[in-house]
């Protein structure tokens, strides 16, 4: 296939192609000066945890001069012109860009250090790259075309292959090793994480376990106090059916739903992107707020410790996770058989019935039972904050500790009831899945 | 009429612009023809027949069928005209999961009360047709199994079946035996030939076997890099003709 022709007069290029070809570049710079940046915070933090002698102001923070922001700022920057220079940094490495010479000649170390340099002018001037066809900062592919420019361009295709080098041999690889290493170390600080202080009080906790591995089932069928509270095996049921109700009803609503969240059956239209972003925005906003932070809110609307606030909190949550699984499972429908329906006259809906349902029921099920997993296991906590379910009499005898002798091990017969209905349900729908699958 | 399409100008263009798949193409196709299309892969033979049932929609030219303007259609005269244009595919697209009844009976989605479709309900005479048209392609035995369960042969035939429940002026063929074995092949395109024949169906064909195309085409058409390379009779391909079309290397291949 050739490229189509085009009037010499006109423009080669347009605005979007050269924006193309500009926004990796640029996304592969901003790449490499954040992950410096990182570095630089990384620095920083653990200067202030180690070196808090001097330059800490009264909360024991670093303090820099009025200079010091700014110089860590245009440090960053040089650093990442750098690693763009002379290395194959991380950001070049993602966005498939490399620095060649002209012909996708390997640039020699004088002429990277006149590019990194150069880049110094160059990358304010940038954004001009978008109003011209010059190769300013070479924007056009073809090093073949620009002469004696080097550049950085996008790795072809029809390049030979080189023997790639093992990770430790390479700048990126080392980099990124690094930015791990100094990840680990901040998060080992940052989450206070103390292996003295875990072994020093291994005793703290010592005769709990040995409560909780004695569980006394005084409550398994009768109320712990009667007319307020109920049984182990009543709250159990409560627990299963919250969670049933909730799986059930939220994928009889996912359904239909799932289809609007899917950009292959709302077409490309400026009236199905609309569908289709709104719904997908309406999903990860309802989904990124856990359950458990809208029983909070149920809780007080409906009554607190009642199941029906638990069980809306669930329903709610699993619209929004089962809407988002299934509409992925409608984007990922063979097209093929669609096309061959569309081609019969079908209308839209009709290409739906008969060519993508049957294509997605098997995985719906089987997101549905892995939804109906993380719904028991969920409504065993609800209760935490008045979700109703077995774990009302696991925080109650929680906060009877001070008061009843024997509250941690009815917290444990609650653990032990609750650990084999998860086990069990599981199991089931486990082999469910596998005879779906 | 005597003419079924007339393709005008016709042009395609992917990606931003940077790949041109039909390069301004005309060219008619006479009632009752079976025409093949030949050229090598991405020389545009599937872009052409999406387009004229615009499963694909062209960049520019017009494409009429039977004197109407398929190109300008409305979504609700798309769908009028796309019953009267069958297509069968090279990976046969059934719907895997589904019966091969309902698949072929999905040939009549076009044509029936679309509220008794939605609950799978298809008027008496169409399931008659369907057990009909099962019989003719050979395969009555195999209605209520699985359509993954086929062979690829089979597949294809449910596919002709799922075709004929159209009754189609036109049927589109894109590379309908590819995925298929030589002596299935022959099979297949027997079955393409008799609808030619019997039926009075036009024929659109891809194929990438010469020996395919000379023994089943009435025309052939060759395309090459978007644009139409030969046009004729299958005895006026030659070597020189086939070397232009496939290219200087390129050694004829036999399927018997």
Excluded at chain 1, 184 to 194: E, P, Q, R, S, V
Excluded at chain 1, 276 to 288: D, G, K
Excluded at chain 2, 121 to 140: C, H, M, Q, T, Y
Aim: charged share 20%; proline share 4%.
């Amino acid at each position: 296939m050739k490229r189509p022709k085009k009037s010499k007069s006109a423009s080669y290029y347009t605005l979007t192609d050269r924006l193309a070809v500009l926004r990796p570049r640029i996304l592969a710079f901003a790449l490499d000066w954040v992950s410096w940046g990182f570095i630089a915070y990384g620095v920083m933090y653990l200067l202030n945890k180690y070196w808090y002698i001097r330059h800490v102001n009264f909360y024991g923070r670093l303090t820099l001069p009025g200079w010091g922001w700014p110089a860590v700022i245009v440090a960053t920057f040089e650093l990442a012109m750098l690693s763009h220079a002379f290395t194959q940094s991380i950001g070049l490495n993602l966005f498939g860009l490399r620095l060649f010479g002209p012909g996708y000649a390997p640039v020699p170390l004088r002429q990277r250090l006149a590019r990194f340099v150069a880049m110094h002018v160059g990358l304010v001037l940038q954004p001009l790259a978008l109003f011209t066809d010059r190769p300013l900062g070479a924007l056009v592919h073809d090093t073949e075309k620009t002469g004696r420019m080097v550049q950085i361009a996008k790795v072809k295709d029809e390049l030979p292959a080189e023997k790639p080098r093992k990770w430790y041999a390479t700048y990126r690889g080392l980099f990124l090793a690094g930015l791990l290493g100094l990840t680990f170390w901040l998060g080992w600080k940052i989450t206070a994480i103390n292996l003295q202080m875990l072994v020093e009080r291994i005793g703290k906790s010592g005769h709990i376990w040995e409560d909780l591995f004695t569980p006394r089932f005084t409550y398994l069928t009768e109320p712990v106090i009667p007319g307020r509270t109920f049984s182990i095996v009543h709250y159990m049921l409560e627990t299963i059916f919250m969670a049933f109700f909730a799986t059930v009803s939220g994928a009889i609503v996912a359904f239909p739903l799932s289809f609007l969240g899917a950009r292959n059956i709302m077409g490309f239209n400026a009236f199905g992107w609309t569908v289709y972003s709104v719904m997908r925005t309406l999903f990860n906003a309802l989904r990124s707020i856990e359950s458990i932070l809208m029983a909070v809110l149920f809780a007080v609307w409906v009554g607190f410790g009642n199941p029906f606030a638990g069980a809306l909190a669930l329903f709610l949550h699993t619209i929004a996770a089962l809407s988002k699984l299934y509409s992925e499972q409608v984007e990922a429908v063979d097209p093929g058989p669609l096309e061959a329906i569309a081609t019969t006259g079908a209308r839209r809906w009709q290409v739906v019935v008969y060519g993508v349902i049957p294509q997605i029921i098997p995985s719906y099920l089987a997101f549905t039972l892995y939804r109906w997993d993380i719904n028991i296991r969920m409504a065993t906590i609800i209760a935490l904050v008045g979700g109703g379910g077995i774990g009302t009499l696991l925080f109650y005898f929680k906060n009877e500790v001070g008061r009843l002798d024997d509250a941690w091990n009815q917290v444990g017969a609650v653990i032990v009831a609750l650990v084999i209905v998860v086990w069990a349900l599981d199991y089931i729908s486990a082999r469910v899945r596998e005879k779906i699958g | 009429m005597d003419e079924l399409i007339r393709v005008e100008h016709l042009t395609k263009v992917y990606e931003r612009g940077e790949v041109l798949a039909l390069n301004d193409i005309s060219f008619t196709v006479k009632r009752g023809e079976f025409l093949v299309l030949i050229g090598l892969s991405g020389s545009g033979k599937s872009t052409l027949l999406r387009c004229i049932n615009r499963l694909i929609e062209p960049t520019a030219g017009r494409i009429l069928f039977d004197g109407i303007d398929v190109t300008r259609a409305s979504a609700r005269q798309l769908r009028q005209l796309r019953r009267r244009m069958a297509m069968i595919f090279q990976q046969f697209n059934l719907v895997r999961r589904s019966s091969v009844l309902t698949n072929v009976l999905s040939g009549r989605l076009g044509y029936v009360n679309p509220g008794a479709s939605a609950i799978h309900k298809f008027p008496k005479e169409d399931l008659e047709s369907a057990f009909a048209n099962l019989e003719r392609v050979g395969i009555p035995e195999q209605a209520y199994k699985r359509a993954d369960e086929l062979s690829g042969g089979q597949q294809q035939r449910v596919g002709i079946a799922r075709a004929l429940m159209q009754k189609p002026d036109l049927l589109m063929a894109d590379e309908p035996v590819s995925a298929l074995d030589p002596a299935t092949s022959h099979s297949v395109m027997q079955y393409l030939e008799q609808m030619n024949r019997e039926d009075g169906v036009t024929v659109i064909a891809s194929l990438h076997f010469l020996s395919l195309a000379r023994r089943y085409g009435t025309r052939i058409l060759a395309l090459k890099d978007g644009g139409i390379v030969f046009e004729g009779l299958p005895s006026e391909i030659d070597r020189e003709k086939f070397k232009e079309i496939y290219g200087e290397e390129a050694e004829e291949v036999e399927v018997r």
